[in-house]
């Protein structure tokens, strides 16, 4: 019995989230949904270029599509309130969904109420419902989470990520500020309109597990500066421009920083890696040099779920909750 | 309500292991078996030098402890039908079981049938069974599954361990033949009385999680021979004696050597790590700088599966069916 999987969202994610599940054995895509009139209407297996997609359309809503999903992939906002709005209808008839919403990877970090709503109404239908990503979702939350399984005892996690924005895609380099004012980019960043999301939720889900309290969580953000002039196929930045961002979230237990994320996105950024420090008995150290593709893995990640997530109970989910990732 | 726990087999592990359990606020230690009769009536309080362990007596077997466990931590033996005989009795009363015993990390892969039965008395009597460490358990196989949850697609996983053994406990630097005649060193690793244990079993738990058909399976180990006089506090080693080993594990999937996990654990060894590369889409390389430690992360990787081990539904569990590992 395949799993029936329709998409939500069908921006770039969404696309290629929706040719990598038409290319698994276990998984038969039943269609795509998206709001935009642009896009209704299409042949899903024509956009895509993908053979075992042809004769399915882009619908606008659930009760357009031919078949029931078991599961819905959905790539459609990063903000947690959108994204409740959008999957408890899905919830509510007994669909799960494995969801690239950033705040959703810890939904009662923001919305503790919603999220006891999902959970109720997943349990009741039978719906399983997580988000996941490479980042939140994997590199700087369910990896460390995932070392400190060897360890006596975990005192403080320290995770840093450093993606070189200039080998990535043309969305990437526009997200990172490239080519702003320093001082516009700020502004953005600050008032939260820019910049990578999820950073808190990273830190609230590590915590969770450890079963630490946080008291103070502090998170900044800032725009990096062009040293030199810099161009890429997508973007020229000159020197004194914007060429990427800083952002840093710190965790308190009981008054001490224990849980610190480091991420730093820019063009030309030297040494790209993510990296995992666990103060603990014993200490841990993990690099991976070169670091996590982001756009390629989330896809990945986000298919991959997919089984898993069926074989865990009813509810809202975390990620730590399902079995150990795997290449599904 | 604690989680009522019993250790079964009181070597240095199992030790180590009851005093990690009674740290653990969520455990209440129950007692302690052993059937070496020097070991039975003393006390595991005096003999761990741990408070809220005294008054507990090294009993014979299940039916003397004071209380039912709800889990037993079993660090007794490596060989897969040895621990079956163990812990189906346990099973059968529906006590849960960790194992630390090497070849039940992937039991099927030996014993088909023994794995089989085990299962369906899980099953009927509600228990839990698996087995982990770090080694196998963890760094060479968990570690790698868990990376490929952000792979599109898979096509080779390779894993390298270093061990420096000189900066190990005593046992350690004797298991890996320190000290021996390189010839007779060589004979007992052949005949399968000396070396690591669980190799295959690692080998055979990735090509689980993957879905990969095993058509072959190498396994070859060798000594490595000092080429200069080695001391430490526990061994004295002469140029031309064995100072560790080195064994190899290589599967092919369809003809091609798709799966090869390295172990070198020797005195003096040079940049010890624990290393991983993922030959697919992403590519992954992952370093574990200086490696993870064997014994205590082991005794930590008992422990700390116990919770999420009763969390799982009742059978013959692996590792990577049970939640993401945590720190507990």
Partial sequence: MKIKVAQFGLGPIGLES?????????????????????????????????????????????????????????????????????????????????????????????????????????????????????????????????LTGVCREVRAVHVQRVVNASTRRASLQRKIGSGLAPAVFRRRLQAGQ???????????????????????????GDALVARRDLRTPHVAVSKGQTCGLHQRAEASVRGKVCLTLDLTMCLDAPEPRDAIQIEGDPPLHLVLPGGVAGDEATVAALVNAVPRLLRAPPGLRLMTDLAVPCVA
Same sequence: chains 1, 2.
């Fill in 18 to 146: 929706l040719r990598l599940a038409a290319a698994k054995p276990w998984a038969k895509v039943v269609g795509g949904i998206d709001i935009d009139p642009a896009k209704i209407g299409r042949d899903l297996g024509e956009w895509t270029l993908t053979r075992n997609l042809r004769g399915r359309t882009v619908c606008r809503s659930l009760d357009e599509l031919p078949a029931q999903p078991d599961v819905v992939l959905h790539t459609a906002v990063s903000r947690v309130r959108e994204a409740f709005s959008q999957i408890e209808p899905m919830a509510r008839r007994g669909i799960s969904v494995v969801s690239s919403c950033e705040e959703l990877l810890f939904p009662r970090w923001r919305e503790p109420k919603l999220a006891e709503r999902l959970d109720r109404v997943c349990r009741a239908s039978g719906a399983r419902v997580v988000a996941t990503g490479v980042n939140p979702g994997f590199v700087m939350d369910v990896l460390a989470v995932c």
């Fill in 194 to 220: 820019a910049g990578h999301a999820g950073l808190k939720e990273s830190l609230a889900l590590i915590a969770h597990c450890l079963r630490w309290k946080i008291t103070r969580l502090v998170e900044t």
